[in-house]
Each structure stands twice: as structure tokens, then as C-alpha cells.
């Protein structure tokens, strides 16, 4: 199984740019490092999906290193609605989804 | 497209007995897997199925089990339940065959063992 790590809280405020980092060890050789987004009493979210380097969309910007043991999701300039759990996906060498345990980013006007 | 649909919502069922639940993928996705969210746990996957067939499945005891339709519709089954089941049962969705497709959540069947 990949096992994931990131942090469990974190804080920001409005306008500020916000990085999420999460390890996976064991990643299988050809899956991809997705983040999602979660709000109370809801599914989560597809954000961002990346293999290496960096990808950029809309809403964020994924970095991935050579190693590929780690990401970091970054949230430019967030707002209020930002406000949520964040979660990174990683498959091991069985294939096994594993999420970690979310990072619960609280925006402070 | 409709997004995907968990239904019930909400349930709540007594230690011992069994429970059903329904998931409707959006239109053409041919994967569906399923999670467990709890406080405590976090999101765990349950298992995948591609085309009717489980393709992958999580540690979790044989009480649990799925299937998926022709229609790529799913099911998953819980027997004998016990207090420890109850959570959101997530639902998600994706296009592709390979796995890496991202996964379309539904929002849930939150059920309660009493």
C-alpha cells in the first residue's frame, strides 16, 4: 500500500498563497498524484492531477519532484470558499487507492 | 451531465441486520469504486469494479461486498452489520480503464448502526 501523509491543519488568510504538502512512499511506478477537495456533506472534489514536475490549472498548481515521494498542492491567492478538507490520492504497487487523512485549511478574512 | 447519484442518504439500521447500498455513475463512466469515511480512519477504499468485474478491492472483512450492473450501476452489501460500520459510504465514478482517471464522488449514503 502507498502510504500517505500530510498535515492535519492548517491556516491562512484571505489573499495568501497556501502550500499543502503530502509524502506517499511506495507509489506505484506509473500513477498519477491527484488531490480533491471535500465541504461538509459532500463528496470530494477532483482539483488537481499530476505525474512529475509541476502542472497548472484554473484553481491550483500541483509540484512533483524527481522522486516522486512527495507533492504540493498550492492555492494561489485564497479566499473564504476555500475553506475545506484536502486530500491527496495515491496508489501503491497492489493499486490500492490510499487517501490520506485530509488537511483541513481554515481561511481567516 | 447528472453527477453521480448515492441513494438512500440516509439510513439507519440495527446491529445484526443488512443493508443495500445504490450508486448511478455519471453517463459512460464504466468504473465505480467505493470508500468508508470516518472521523477516525479517514477515506478507505472498499473496492472497484470496471465493466461489471471487481478489479481491486480493499482490507475490509467479506461482509462487505459490491457488484455493478451492465448499465455500470452499483450496489454494495453490508451483512450482519455492527456499530463500527456506520460512516458516509462514498461513491465515485471515472471514465477511464487504467486507474488514473480522476474519480467523480457522489455525496454519500450516511448510515447509522444502532
Known amino acids: 500500500l502507498a502510504k500517505t501523509t500530510q498535515p492535519i491543519s492548517m491556516d491562512s488568510y484571505e489573499g495568501q498563497e497556501v502550500n499543502i504538502t503530502c509524502s506517499h512512499n511506495?507509489?506505484?511506478?506509473?500513477?498519477?498524484i491527484t488531490w480533491y477537495q471535500q465541504f461538509p456533506s459532500q463528496g470530494p472534489r477532483f482539483i488537481i492531477q499530476?505525474?512529475?514536475t509541476k502542472v497548472t490549472n484554473e484553481v491550483a498548481s500541483l509540484f512533483i519532484p524527481a522522486d516522486r515521494k512527495s507533492s504540493t498542492l498550492s492555492l494561489p491567492r485564497v479566499s473564504l470558499s476555500d475553506t475545506a478538507v484536502y486530500y491527496c490520492?495515491?496508489?501503491?504497487?497492489?493499486?490500492?487507492?490510499?487517501f490520506g487523512r485530509g488537511t483541513s485549511l481554515i481561511v481567516h478574512p | 451531465k447528472a453527477g453521480v447519484t448515492q441513494t438512500p442518504r440516509y439510513l439507519i439500521k440495527t446491529r445484526g441486520q443488512q443493508v443495500t447500498l445504490s450508486c448511478s455513475p455519471i453517463?459512460?463512466?464504466?468504473?465505480v469504486s467505493w470508500y468508508q469515511q470516518t472521523p477516525g480512519q479517514g477515506l478507505q477504499f472498499l473496492f472497484e469494479y470496471f465493466s461489471e468485474t471487481q478489479r481491486n478491492k480493499g482490507n475490509f472483512p467479506g461482509r462487505f461486498s459490491g457488484r455493478q450492473f451492465s448499465n455500470s450501476r452499483s450496489e454494495m452489501n453490508v451483512s450482519t452489520l455492527e456499530l463500527g460500520d456506520s460512516a458516509l459510504y462514498l461513491c465515485?465514478?471515472?471514465?477511464?480503464?487504467?486507474?488514473?482517471?480522476?474519480?467523480?464522488f457522489g455525496n454519500g449514503t450516511r448510515l447509522t448502526v444502532t
Open positions: 465515485a465514478s471515472s471514465s477511464g480503464s487504467s486507474g488514473n482517471s480522476p474519480l467523480h
Open positions: 511506495n507509489i506505484a511506478t506509473n500513477d498519477y
Open positions: 490520492l495515491a496508489r501503491g504497487g497492489s493499486y490500492i487507492p490510499t
Open positions: 453517463s459512460g463512466h464504466r468504473s
Open positions: 499530476g505525474y512529475k
